[in-house]
């Protein structure tokens, strides 16, 4: 069984409902960290959640390229990235292995404004990952895990378990995860989604991060709205940790 696992839930600041199912699996126990987006409606609420219990300390950036206004602008001149109402409307191609040099910078801009956000409102964030995983994008992962080693955090691998990753995939984000590793350090082993766990390909051994989105959820499961009636998160995470201390229900010690 692996040695410490992690449960983060993405999403943290989308809005008032999801912050409050966050609180939830905070206050259950069954959270060990979670992501907040900086541009969103509900930023400042899960900002002064974070400041409580056991999500202090434990809150890290979920950087956002696909959703809501961006809060730099040099990002707006950029068709691939905005549209021209001035909202984000990613148009780059998951496998693009290039971006130009003032698209770079303005993605550098970006992040630099969506971290600085946080900590203006008394969140230094803990780790580093994205909104749907816009850093599994190779230059946009670069310039993610170039700014998480200057800060001194770690970041999230591009999953690696589940059971639509084949051949070329699985090559794919093998050689961007040793690219993110040489350049920074990694929040776990191994990444994986509920599902999953739910299909029996959780590892032996390592570090795991499992993946929720509460934004997704009902109002009464912890677990993404694609697992099985009745089946929540926490009866997963229960079987999988079985054997292994609860320590994997809080955060994980990163290197």
């Known amino acids: 069984m ?12 989308l ?49 956002n390229l696909t959703h809501g206004r961006p809060l730099s602008q040099a990002i707006l001149r950029e068709p691939r990235f905005c549209n021209a109402s001035g909202h984000f409307a990613l148009r780059l191609k998951p496998y693009s292995l290039f971006l130009r040099r003032r698209e770079r910078l303005a993605v550098i801009e970006e992040l630099t404004a969506q971290w600085a ?27 993610l895990a170039r700014f998480a080693r200057d800060h001194g955090v770690p970041v999230r691998l591009a999953r690696n378990i589940g059971l639509n990753i084949g051949p070329l995939k699985w090559l794919f984000k093998t050689t961007l995860n040793k690219r993110l590793r040489h350049l920074c350090g990694a929040t776990a082993d191994h990444v994986c ?10 590892p032996r051994s390592g570090v795991l991060e499992v993946v929720v989105h509460p934004s997704a959820l009902g109002s009464k499961d912890f677990g993404d709205a694609y697992l099985a009636r ?7 995470i229960d079987q999988y940790l079985a054997d292994t201390p609860r320590v994997g229900y809080r955060r994980c010690q990163m290197d």
């Open 230 to 236: 009745g089946e929540s998160l926490r009866s997963l």
């Open 193 to 202: 989604t509920p599902a999953d766990l739910k299909a029996g390909l959780a």
């Open 15 to 63: 809005s008032a409902r999801t912050n409050a199912i966050i609180l939830r699996g905070f206050q259950a126990g069954l959270l060990s960290s979670a992501t907040i987006m900086a541009n969103m409606p509900g930023f400042a609420g899960a900002c002064a959640m974070s400041q409580k219990g056991a999500l202090k300390g434990h809150i890290g950036l979920h950087f």
């Open 117 to 143: 956000r946080c900590v203006a409102h008394g969140v230094v964030p803990s780790h580093l990952d994205s909104h749907q995983h816009v850093h599994n994008i190779w230059p946009i992962g670069e310039v």
């Open 2 to 13: 692996p040695t410490k696992a992690i449960v983060n839930a993405d999403d943290f600041g």
